[in-house]
């Protein structure tokens, strides 16, 4: 009895240990196989990040260029608006400053035909009228070109131009005269014009 009871613990040892055996080679089968499911999934996992990442920045790189054409549409929008503004802007102001150099002429123009016209009735020299007339307000020159005609220059110089400057009378010392006889041989009857030529 002892004889059997020896050999069923032993039958019974070799078998477990040999279901142990069994079972370690499963479980490092198994433990194996879960470590490479792992480390694809790991490697899955950063691909699909790297993947992620990947279309997150292409998408910012999109946006950005989106962006940047908003950015210089808006820029080359507003440049523009510049551009018409100004150039707008100078458009009024030559148009003003024409209409105001128009008035000026058509001024200086009717000024000197009334000094024309006081000239041819009176028989006064036009130049001396022109001379000795009051500045106008937009300071026209006082010479006068060749035929008579009046200068249309700025006078800046003495109510001159630069051209007529030299035409410029000088004022000279006038000698009182206190002689009765002198005036006594005047011809008070003549109703001649003095001829203002001659004191040109």
Known sequence: MEKLNALFDLEVA????TETKLI????NIRLKKAKEVYQEDILEQKYNNKDVIKKIHDDLGEEYQKQKELYRDELRRIKDDQRK??????????????EYMNKAQSIH??????????????????KILVRNAPMEDDNICKGMKKGNIRCNLKGKYDGYCKHHHSQMTRKHTIELV?????IASLDVESKRLIDFNSVL
């Open 178 to 182: 206190d002689d009765v006889t002198s």
């Open 85 to 98: 503004a100004l150039k707008q802007g100078k458009d009024e102001l030559i148009e003003v400053r024409n």
């Open 14 to 17: 070799k078998r477990v240990s």
């Open 24 to 27: 370690r080679e499963e479980y």
């Open 109 to 126: 123009k009717s000024y000197s035909d009334y000094l024309r016209m006081i000239s041819d009735d009176y028989h006064i020299p036009y």
